[in-house]
């Protein structure tokens, strides 16, 4: 399904597909995320260290116009993600019908915002740690961080899906943690 059949979607069935793929890919990865607050902070962490965006948490998706652009363009982004191609292609070819789901308009962002939590958890593993009413997160790929080359790869999409601005030309990782990466020969 090309980006054209996407934006032609109804917005019902838009909400409706963002809902299916999200349970869909919560069966090999339960979310880890327990509240759409915990997620839009999950977001902006990654937003923010991969150097892509410096967004609060309060300005991801605030209104349901912008969540239902987001989930149009999250259903795209899928589409083109390696891992997640098959099942968006056969989801969207035949879209979900109303009786086979629910869906209320007004959680159109915490739809679209546990669908790319449960995205972001096929690429990385969400390591969270709740403290004293703090929220940290920690992006993983095996024991190890994930590196902020990995973070940026996996970020810029998400930027992208979630209309946030770029973060401006300066920011990028501080010269210690690029050397790290790159060591000299």
Not at 135 to 159: H, N
Request: charged share 25%.
């Amino acid at each position: 399904m090309t980006v054209y059949s996407v934006d032609r979607l109804p917005d019902r069935s838009v909400l409706l597909a963002v809902q299916y793929l999200a349970e869909d890919l919560q069966r090999d990865k339960p979310l880890v995320v327990r509240s759409e607050a915990e997620a839009r902070q999950v977001i902006c962490s990654l937003l923010t260290r991969a150097h892509v965006a410096d967004s609060a948490p309060d300005d991801l998706l605030p209104t349901e116009s912008a969540a239902l652009a987001a989930g149009r363009r999250a259903l795209s982004a899928l589409g083109d993600d390696a891992g997640t191609r098959e099942m968006t292609a056969r989801l969207l070819a035949e879209p979900p019908e109303d009786e086979q789901m629910s869906v209320e308009a007004a959680l159109a962002s915490a739809s679209v915002l546990v669908l790319l939590i449960t995205w972001l958890q096929t690429k990385v593993e969400l390591r969270i740690r709740r403290k004293g009413g703090k929220t940290e997160v920690d992006f993983m790929i095996g024991k190890q961080a994930a590196d902020s080359r990995t973070l940026r790869e996996i970020a810029g999409p998400m930027r992208g899906v979630l209309g946030v601005p770029a973060a401006p030309v300066s920011a990028g990782p501080p010269a210690e943690e690029t050397a790290q990466e790159n060591p000299a020969p």
